[in-house]
């Protein structure tokens, strides 16, 4: 075998030696081989982790695990590379907030919901991670008044609407996250009964946790009506 069909058949584990050298610095990529690149991981990525599980589940690389564990174990007992691989995670903005109008002249308004479908999409865009990408269907001049209003709505989940048909106004926005206006979008609701648990006892706890919950938060809303947890500092 002479060694260019050595390099052929070779197999680079997660990266092609271009790919390496783009993540190293050395050369450029287009936005359409980064999409591609980022596509490739995906698949990769997946086949290592079948790959990982046979190597772990496999009878018949028992003696390799036993002979190699020397070799690895700095990796994956001390340095542990599998949790410090996603501990940089950034919240992200792939949702996209919509705006239609209705009515003429001076009955016109603007309604807004929450498209959540980009989120379906696999492709990877480093916007996502600027909050700004969140306003980027809509075409008209936003204050950073109402950026701050719809950022505080987007993150509060059950403010915005995810349906166009149920659109709501800036002035319906401000009033859910006040607490003025009760309606919430988007929860869920579960009846809960005695059939709901299989222990009795837990049908009774959750019944006495509700009462006492809804007290709790009868005497927040004198604070702050979107009070929902608080944290505590055990360093002081």
């Given at each position: ?29 287009s ?6 690149l ?11 982790m ?44 792939q ?13 016109k ?8 479908s ?5 492709k ?6 600027n909050s ?54 988007n929860?869920?609701?579960v ?26 938060n ?5 604070f ?9 500092d055990?360093?002081?």
């Amino acid at each position: 075998m002479n060694k260019k069909q050595v390099q052929r058949s070779s197999r680079l584990a997660l990266f092609s030696e271009n790919e390496r050298r783009y993540l190293r610095g050395k050369r450029p990529l287009s936005y359409v081989m980064k999409s591609q690149l980022h596509h490739n991981l995906d698949q990769r990525f997946d086949a290592l982790m079948e790959d990982l599980n046979l190597l772990n589940k496999s009878p018949q690389l028992k003696p390799w695990r036993s002979l190699r564990s020397w070799k690895y174990r700095t990796e994956f007992t001390e340095v542990n590379y599998f949790s410090n691989l996603f501990s940089d995670v950034e919240y992200g903005y792939q949702s996209a907030i919509r705006r239609i109008t209705k009515g003429k002249g001076k009955h016109k308004k603007s309604l807004y919901w929450l498209d959540r479908s980009p989120t379906k999409i696999q492709k990877i865009d480093e916007r996502i991670f600027n909050s700004s990408y969140l306003f980027r269907h809509i075409k008209i001049k936003l204050t950073e008044h109402d950026k701050k209003l719809f950022l505080d709505a987007y993150h509060n989940q059950s403010i915005f609407p995810d349906n166009k048909k149920d659109a709501i106004t800036i002035d319906e926005i401000k009033k859910r996250l006040t607490g003025v206006s009760k309606i919430r979008t988007n929860e869920e609701q579960v009846k809960i009964s005695k059939d709901t648990f299989q222990d009795p006892r837990d049908y009774a706890i959750f019944k006495v946790r509700e009462r006492y919950i809804k007290k709790i938060n009868k005497i927040l809303k004198k604070f702050d009506s979107q009070i929902t947890q608080f944290r505590v500092d055990f360093h002081n």
